[in-house]
């Protein structure tokens, strides 16, 4: 069933024109990682890739041999090494980040930031200088920094469009999505939630009230979900008992958030996503997750923060000088 599901959603797709009229030429920076070996996987299935350019330090030509086994039209490149990283991005229309360490038992998201900076650091250099068109998705952790890492580098090297820079957040919609229909036994396929804020811990706001379709939490109901929204990472990191963290679903939420990029990139209206964007919506924060409507360019409109009672306000209050911390670290790193 699971397959069946993949299919149906990567099947909606037409391939239309993007640089060329055959599909995208898409780059996974860290394809051999826990994230990014099952996201390239799911990748190689979509109908608007013509080209899954593969790019990791070591072990990405037996990743590449694999997956250009598998039956469906994208040509697989694979790269290693630094001396490589040009081949791999160059004419990407699509690059998206899953590298670095992956979270193990009693970290957090910010425990990550020491190494994972450093790699995207590096990587978004490469993106400057080899692919400075392309639109980049940041997956690395803690997204609420290497977002504004990515964008002080970018910006640095004279190439930084806001539009086409985004933090995918993607993973907390789709945990919102599978526990509020759990909780209230609805079809999980009909269930969205915006999710705004950042993408960890207490900067994970969940719009419970703007949930569709419309159903209501008394206020423990409420509570419990958005704990569980908040503390989804460290329930997986736990279950995997150091084994690992939550690189499937987030392999699924990466798949998911490319997808809609490329319909909308081939003129699909109407398609959207939550993401960490460049924003002022809220005075002296500079980047928020927030819905937004993609578009041909990338990040189309800037939807803001939808309507929230009284206890979303209170989340987002207690989530923003959180946020706005992660922000600057992320900041202070590159300048």
């Known amino acids: 069933m699971a397959l069946l599901r993949i299919s149906s959603l990567l099947g909606k797709c ?9 599909g995208a030429k898409v780059a996974v920076l860290g394809a051999s990682g826990g994230i990014g070996q099952p996201m390239s996987l799911l990748l190689k299935v979509c109908p608007l890739i013509n080209h899954l350019s593969l790019y990791d330090l070591v072990r990405t030509v037996g990743v590449g041999a694999d997956l250009s086994h598998i039956s469906t039209p994208a040509k697989v490149s694979a790269h290693n090494g630094l001396e490589n990283l040009r081949a791999a991005l160059e004419g990407a229309d699509v690059v998206l980040i899953p590298a670095g360490i992956p979270r193990k038992p009693g970290m957090t998201r910010d425990d990550l930031f020491n190494t994972n900076a450093s790699i995207v650091r590096e990587l978004v250099e490469g993106v400057a200088e080899y692919a400075a068109d392309a639109i980049v998705c940041v997956i690395s952790n803690p997204v609420n920094s290497t977002v504004p890492i990515a964008a002080q580098v970018l910006r640095k090297k004279g190439v930084y469009d806001p539009k086409r820079l985004f933090g995918v957040t993607t993973l907390d919609l789709v945990r919102a999505s599978t526990f509020i229909a759990e909780s209230k036994s609805l079809d999980v396929r009909a269930v969205t939630c915006p999710v705004v804020g950042g993408h960890s811990g207490i900067t994970i706001v969940p719009v419970l009230s703007n949930c569709k379709p419309g159903v209501t939490f008394d206020e423990e109901e409420a509570k419990k979900l958005v704990e569980r929204i908040q503390d ?41 996503e939550c993401a960490l964007v460049d924003s002022d919506i809220v005075p002296g924060i500079p980047f928020m997750a927030t819905p937004v409507m993609l578009g041909k360019d990338g990040l189309e409109r800037n939807l803001g923060i939808p309507q929230l009672n009284a206890s979303e306000k209170s989340l987002l209050e207690r989530a923003l000088p959180e946020l706005k911390k992660n922000i600057e670290k992320g900041l202070n790193f590159v300048s």
Do not use: D
Not at 15 to 21: C, E, V
């Open 14 to 22: 037409a391939i239309r024109s993007l640089h060329s009229t055959s």
């Open 232 to 272: 989804a990472g460290t329930e997986v990191v736990k279950a995997k008992e150091g084994s690992g963290s939550a690189t499937l679903s987030m392999a699924y939420a990466g798949m998911r958030f490319a997808h809609s990029l490329l319909e909308a990139l081939n003129g699909k209206e109407g398609i959207i």
